[in-house]
DNA sequence: AAATCAATTTATGTATACAGATTTAACCAC
DNA sequence: GTGGTTAAATCTGTATACATAAATTGATTT
């Protein structure tokens, strides 16, 4: 047996990953402003890989819609307005709709419908307890991706997981991107029953393969996640619990 | 002035989309075979590329959709059964539905309506003469072509036209996709009448502001390329016409 | 004869060197 | 003082060299 690894490299994950977790953190956490050029000579400093594995990485997060090309070389942060923003989580809503439809049309069984019966449930025990302490938030926030990861697979498309995939990637459109934000407020508590209620809605619905309605709820579940955008905009008083907030520009721009 | 440069390697295009297109062109026409590892060595070789650009490229066609990763490292050309296909063109039909929903609902002015019908009144013209001749049907895809292009834009949301354009990039789901491989077929002409209805009615849906119906036309226009979709696959006489083809895997696998 | 192990070959991931292009800054002229 | 031009510095795109890991093939043993 050896000694444990002099320099601490960490070779498990390529330094490809390592580049773009680093990156999307910093583009993520604001310390790469928006419409500013990335230069990769100062990412191969900050994120500790060479060059090549920075340019994989730099594709990479252009391709998921965090940065954009420039014409005349290189790579900028992309900047989205709110706009943006809302019309992704549509978006989504609409490709998890099409999603909730095609589980529904084409028959899901019991033993599959198990994983999702299960969030309900706990996501249920969660909102018994009133008021909704934080790590309930926290955990809400878990189970809710986990639903909707869940409820994506019984589609059994791999096409559209992967546009769904590609749609959550953005981390203001993800499924529970603003949850988090509003956790002090009072209509939070309502805004998570409601939701619930469509979790509940959407699973009777592909048991009995009602298509028409499992893709309505699911659109109107992801419209919750805009009224949970405005309200965080809007109240700006927890805006440090949301990431990506760097991103969006406002009118003053 | 200086005199044709000597070697033709031609520098108004990066080595990365040459490759990109070289190898994208080798999938399709059925070259690099479904399921198989693509070297890179050979690619370099048949690219004229180095290496760098050539895995620049690869990275690339993966986010399109095209390759897979292998986990042991390198990439493999995807195999697509028929209902990844049809998924993946209502996939795209739920996006555009989408787009055209939002320009019904938002609003378009009748001069930014003006190219579409513009499209529909050349693709009217080439409807009158029966038979339709092959030329015609050429023109038809890249009037469709343009026709979809310019509906997407009418949406003015950035997220979802970037969407549509990932979702069209994969040559078996884009509008025109199948229209060139039935051109043969009796039932040909009466498709192409019931698609150029749907544009008819699109338009008209959303200068009326009706966002329900310009989105289920939409749906519906897609259908339409499913059936194509599969009077292809069963008349197999013009499957020449077809690129991609060469990536359906067959139930004899 | 078949299976397993080892060795060799090849492939990918990474780093770096080099060239062309672009952008910025400084200096000079008006 | 301002604007334009030129030069320098930097940055991207590309090529290639190197190291590590994987896969295949051959040989040996059971």
Chains 1, 2 share one sequence.
Not at 14 to 24: D, G, H, I, P, W
Not at 211 to 222: N, P
Request: some cysteine.
């Amino acid at each position: 047996m050896k000694a444990a690894p002099e320099r601490e490299v960490d070779r498990s994950v390529s330094q490809t990953v390592k580049a773009q977790l680093a990156l999307r953190d910093q583009i993520l956490s604001g310390r790469l402003r928006p419409g500013e050029r990335i230069s990769e000579l100062q990412a191969v400093e900050t994120t500790g890989a060479s060059r090549t594995p920075v340019r994989m990485a730099l594709v990479r997060l252009e391709e998921e819609g965090l940065l954009e090309a420039i014409p005349s070389g290189g790579f900028m942060v992309k900047a989205f307005s709110e706009r943006d923003i809302s019309d992704s989580i549509e978006l989504r809503g609409t490709l998890e709709g099409l999603a909730a439809r095609f589980a529904a049309e084409r028959g899901v069984s019991a033993r599959e419908l198990e994983p999702l019966k299960e969030c309900l449930g706990a996501i249920d025990e969660l909102l018994r307890q009133v008021p909704i302490s934080v790590d309930a938030f926290s955990s809400y926030v878990t189970l809710n991706a986990r639903f909707h990861a869940v409820l994506t697979e019984l589609s059994r498309s791999p096409p559209l997981i992967r546009q769904i995939d590609r749609a959550s990637a953005l981390p203001f459109a993800s499924p529970s991107g603003f949850v988090m934000a509003q956790s002090a407020l009072p209509e939070a508590q309502q805004i998570l029953i409601i939701g619930q209620e469509h979790h509940r809605v959407v699973i009777d619905a592909i048991e009995n393969r009602e298509g028409a309605r499992a893709e309505a709820v699911m659109r109107e579940h992801a419209r919750l996640a805009v009224r949970n955008l405005r309200l965080a905009l809007r109240n700006r008083t927890h805006l440090d619990l949301l990431p990506a907030l760097a991103l969006i520009k406002t009118a003053t721009d």
